[in-house]
């Protein structure tokens, strides 16, 4: 049995900026742009035609078409019913740490007061309605529902519908609809509204709505989040002048920061754990330690052997999207990571809060040997909605705060206009928009 070896990038006495150093790692990803012309004429069919042409697209792309997109409410309890005992305790014990978390995000509104009678207040504001999206594919996401939901009813979101594709799979009183353990999730949530819909079709119904098969209103919604394959990707980006998004989101990623000191069979784990999920799925090693790159290396050719998916994961930690990076020191190696903004950061050094405590730049940090991302995809009470892509170096993961928004609310009396009346004409002049200083000017004549 030949030894399974990661590509190696040696950044080993190398001093870099920070433009080669992006351009150093190893970086996947996906081109939206090329899909665009494939997605946007579906987009605007399904504007037009609504579930009709919702339904008739999933039949072509899925083989599988339901008799109507909205899910009757009594399979969601009839999913919720059968549900396997062991997963809905895990369930419940996922929303339990995921709502205790998210419940904590939620922002208070704010007063400041200027001066006498001069008061911005910021209120902070749900989102009315949202659409949830829940991937299918390789894997069943019942995780995905806690993490779009849980947060969106923490914000107070009045209005949630889950979108998912129905599985062609699927037999007896659940065919045509999407798993039912999606379905259990969403009864579990409190959730009485999924679509069996997925892929750019589901997107561009959730943007534009429409009337379903039985002439039921699917009322389209403001705000789409939740993460899927390149085509729902590109119809996110299509529709995003429509309605909010929370991110284009690419395929999965994680980097381990580690040391000497890291057990390598735990980083192996994790990252197969991680290529698991994808072919294009990014694996990343960060070491300043020649003899644990070998180490691991040698571990995941044992792991492999045992590992259901061992092909999927091999393509995804064989692509150029993942890699070990070997650097001179831990120092380096912070710098490297920070570079990187990986979707998901393990630390595993000595001092590994300290070393956490550093980074700036991830979507979610994992310390220590005892806390791996399957902790944070399912029970750390985190989200696992994160920024892909390097995005993290600017954006958030899916929290509370993504489903309210910021309004502020001015209140003036006569006398505080009057105070700043000056200052605002002024202003406006400088910018050559005098009527904006003639409505201050008019309120105080006589």
Known sequence: MSTFRMPRVDLRDRSLSAAQLRAALPRGGVDVDAVVPVVRPIVEDVAERGAAAALEYGERFDGVRPAAVRVPAAELTAAAAELDDDVRAALEIAIERTRAVHADQRR?????????????????????????YVPGGNAVYPSSVVMNVVPAQAAGVDSLVIASPPQRDNTGAFAGLPHPTILAAAALLGVREVWAVGGAQGIALLAYGGADTDGAELDPVDMITGPGNIYVTAAKRICRSQVGIDAEAGPTEIAILADDTADPAHVAADLISQAEHDEMAASVLVTDSAELAESVDA???????????????????????????????????????????????????????GVAARIRSAGAIFVGAYAPVSLGDYCAGSNHVLPTAGSARHSSGLSTQTFLRGIHVIEHTEAALK???GHVIALANAEQLPSHGEAVRRRFER
Do not use: C, F, K
């Open 419 to 421: 105070d700043v009346a």
């Open 299 to 353: 571990e995941i050719t044992a792991q492999l052997e045992t590992t259901v998916h061992r092909e999927r994961v091999r393509t995804a930690l064989s692509g150029p999207q993942s890699a070990t990076v070997l650097v001179d020191d831990t120092d380096t190696g912070v710098r490297v990571v920070n570079a990187y903004a990986a979707e998901h950061l393990e630390i595993q050094t000595a001092d590994a809060p």
């Open 108 to 132: 208070t509104d704010t007063v400041t007061e200027l001066g006498p009678g001069a008061v911005v207040t910021e209120r902070w504001v749900p989102v009315e309605r949202v659409g949830l």
